[in-house]
């Protein structure tokens, strides 16, 4: 009987019509091309978070601080130590030259003063994780973090993109050929209220999906609308 019904399914799917992808609509998605979830670089309490979501940031602008009074503390202490063996240095070299120590004790002299100087340097290193500037112009999307909030290191706090810096993502069927290449312009009918977005393919995957038999595809949109956001979802249009 299993073996009647397995023979009988092989032969009905000999005539059954399969389904591919340039059968249904092709959906595309507007998304950025440059996007990042900023994170704590160390652990600490958030005693600076001057953004918001929605808000629009600049690169440069400083988008959280950590407070690291104990740290910047160590930092002068250390700095200070160095400045001390550094007048040692020269008090020991002021003497060799009237033969009252000899070169080796101004050689351990100024070691010790260039190893000062370096534990200076690694506590300003460290002083540079205390706080997280914008890598680009962007919007703030999300926010994942409050103010005097305690965070661990490589926590996310926030997500940001540039969002003129979309484009239009579909896989493209293969019935549509050597339609789908670099150049090609293309238009994006949205669901939501039928507004359109035109872009230009730039990017062609070199492969095609087996299963879904589609090719991933990316256009640019030239000028970005000043309504369109990421994410929003149409019907691909492809120019004669």
């Keep these: 009987m299993h073996f009647f019904v ?68 160590r930092r002068d202490a250390a700095a200070a130590s160095a400045n001390t063996l550094k007048l040692k240095y020269e008090s020991q070299r002021k003497l060799k030259e009237y033969a009252s120590t000899t070169g080796l004790e101004v050689a351990i002299a100024k070691s010790e003063w260039d190893r000062g100087v370096a534990e200076v340097a690694v506590h300003n290193r460290n002083l540079e994780t205390c706080s997280v500037n ?19 290191e490589g926590k996310p706090i926030a997500r940001i993109l540039d969002d003129q810096a979309l484009y239009i993502e579909f896989l ?8 789908v290449k670099i150049g090609l312009k293309v238009t994006l009918r949205l669901a939501q ?32 609308p000043a309504w369109l956001s990421e994410g929003a979802v149409g019907y691909m249009v492809l120019e004669n």
């Excluded at 507007?30 to 005693?47: C, E, F, H, T, W």
């Excluded at 914008?134 to 661990?152: C, K, R």
């Excluded at 507004?195 to 640019?220: H, P």
């Design 193 to 224: 209220n039928s507004r359109k977005v035109f872009g230009q393919i730039d990017r062609v995957a070199a492969t095609v999906d087996s299963i879904s038999q589609t090719v991933k595809v990316r256009a640019k949109i030239g000028t970005v």
């Design 6 to 73: 397995m023979a009988l399914f092989l032969h009905l799917s000999v005539f059954m019509p399969l389904v591919y992808a340039e059968e249904l609509p092709v959906v595309g998605r507007v998304v950025s091309d440059k996007v990042a979830v900023l994170s704590a670089p160390r652990s600490g309490l958030v005693v600076g978070l001057p953004f918001s979501e929605t808000d629009r940031v600049t690169e440069g602008d400083l988008f959280l601080n950590i407070d690291c009074s104990v740290d910047k503390a």
């Design 134 to 152: 914008v890598p680009f112009d962007a919007v703030v999307t999300d926010m994942l973090i409050n103010e005097y909030e305690y965070v661990e």
């Design 172 to 179: 493209a069927p293969v019935s549509w050929g050597e339609r």
